[in-house]
């Protein structure tokens, strides 16, 4: 048992790993839902809120909203990720779950501009709900993450943590589920009335649920055992994660090596490929034709996340974050020019644009499943949340969740459909090289171990641990503490 009468990871049954699997994983797949679905209703929407020149307009107005929320992550992950390494992991990542649910659910009542007889009002409002968002979802991966890590064995964490990367693709699915039902029996003309609400107010049911698993929880037994001992006594958290110089190091390389392009690949395969598809498929008659040949590769390819997590505890996480990486930088443009070549008015074949899209997120999988369990290991266990987040957020927030409003801007500036993909290409190529070169590998690290400058402590006499033989890591990588 820890010091706290919780029991320790070694003590956990399958059955109890798996109820803190889904507890850690709903907050996730909400924020992934949330993203998606106010992402993917950008066309049916974004003209009731924002009144642009041109259709085009308010859609990139639309997108640019949903931007916003993606830039203040990282701030997120600052205040909650010193919140989670001060106060508590459990408690941290209820307080997010109730902040992301919460803006989620009145983004479905928020009346529109006419509604509100014109004024620009509303849409301010959604502006500031996707800032207060992204500041919640900015706590919440880290929390989710390091709370799953912390309770499973080091040789399964690749595994387990791989279900919250699978959270993604599960929102990306459910959204797409929610839309094609409310679309489906409100029709066109009443779902884009009043439909299109009904996906953002069901996520109360979510959040509930959510938040009732996670009251129920415990709190980590490792940040409790560490909170015991006293690890970050006289020290301050947001300077051992920024300053110290092995901390700063990982917590650069972790972003350009691995996340910056990770964070990428996966809106570029799934979220701007979505709109990319949508644009071939304009007619309102096919509206559910754009989600339903993304809906089905995806869930064909989720099995992909668990399996990659598994693979990576036996064969290590650089193997399939470069592969992922390289092959999306590589292959990417030449299957976006093979969905345009057998889209709608050409040689038609919903099921080669459908293999496509699968091959993409495929791609995503293989990058995104094991960095949960790679970012958790590279940090000790008192300053885990705080300095996993802000890179984590600065590459997904940051440089993907731009990907779809540049990606729009550079299309429509260019002429060129395909213009958006060189932004992607570049990150993923040069996290690729990054991570081929400079990225240690990481798994079998005992993270309970892991001390502020990289090596191990030594583990109390009464503790059982059991110390993984890459501890030589840090002076192999010529970074001094």
């Known amino acids: 048992m820890g010091k706290d009468g919780n029991p320790k990871y070694s003590e956990l049954t399958p059955a109890d790993l798996r109820k803190i699997v889904i507890a850690a994983c709903c907050g996730t797949l909400i924020e992934w ?58 408690f941290t990542f209820t307080l997010t779950l ?35 968002q992204g500041l919640a979802v900015g706590g919440e991966y880290g929390g989710a993450a390091t709370y799953i890590a912390e309770h499973c064995p080091h040789a399964e964490r690749g595994f387990w943590t791989s279900f919250l990367q699978l959270q993604a693709t599960a929102g990306f699915v459910l959204s797409l589920i929610m839309i094609t039902i409310f679309h489906a029996v409100c029709g066109a003309d009443d779902f884009t009335r009043f439909g299109w609400r009904f996906p953002f107010i069901m996520s109360i049911f979510l959040v509930g649920f959510s938040l009732y698993l996670r009251m129920h929880m415990k709190e980590s037994p490792m940040f409790a055992e560490s909170k015991a001992k006293g690890r ?108 345009t070549a057998y889209g709608p008015g050409n040689n038609y074949s919903p099921a080669l644009i459908g293999f496509i899209a699968w091959l993409g997120i495929v791609f995503v999988a293989m990058c995104y499943g094991p960095i949960a369990a790679f ?75 892991l001390s502020f400058n990289g090596e191990y402590d030594q583990p109390d006499s009464k503790d059982v641990a059991e110390v993984a033989p890459d501890n030589a890591f840090l002076a192999a990588d010529g970074v001094s503490a």
């Not at 989620?104 to 800032?131: H, M």
């Not at 799934?270 to 096919?286: C, G, H, R, S």
């Not at 000790?380 to 890179?391: A, C, D, G, L, V």
């Open 98 to 132: 109730l902040l992301m649910g919460t803006c989620t659910f009145l983004c479905g009542v928020l009346p529109t501009s006419e509604q509100a007889g014109g004024s620009s009002g509303p849409g301010v409002v959604l502006i500031i709900l996707r800032i207060i």
């Open 232 to 339: 970050m006594k006289g020290k301050n958290i947001l300077v051992e994660s920024f300053t110290k110089p092995y901390n700063l190091y990982y917590v650069c390389l972790s972003l350009f090596g691995a996340t910056m392009g990770q964070g990428c690949a996966f809106y570029t395969n799934q979220f701007y490929l979505l709109t990319f598809v949508q644009d071939k498929i304009p007619a309102k008659k096919e509206f559910n034709t754009g989600y339903l040949l993304l809906l089905i590769p995806a869930l064909l390819a989720m099995p992909f996340y668990p399996l990659v997590g598994h693979l990576s505890d036996r064969f290590g996480r650089k193997p399939f974050m470069v592969a992922g990486l390289a092959l999306t930088a590589i292959l990417v443009y030449p299957m976006w020019m093979g969905i």
């Open 375 to 449: 970012m958790v290991e590279l940090f000790p266990t008192p300053i885990r949340y705080t300095s996993m987040s802000f890179p984590y957020h600065i590459g997904n927030g940051i440089f993907g969740g731009l990907v779809p409003v540049l990606g729009k801007i550079a299309a429509t500036n260019t002429g060129n459909p395909y213009g958006g993909l060189y932004f992607p290409i570049a990150c993923c190529a040069v996290s690729a090289i990054l991570c081929l070169f400079l990225v240690p590998e990481t798994s079998g690290r005992d993270i309970e171990l």
């Open 33 to 90: 839902y949330d993203f998606f679905v106010f992402g993917s209703l950008s066309a049916t929407v974004s003209g009731q809120f924002y009144s642009a020149s041109t259709p085009t307009g308010s859609q990139i107005a639309w997108l640019a909203a949903n931007a916003v929320g993606f830039i203040f992550r990282p701030f997120g992950s600052l205040v909650f990720g010193y919140i989670g390494d001060a106060i508590g992991r459990k």
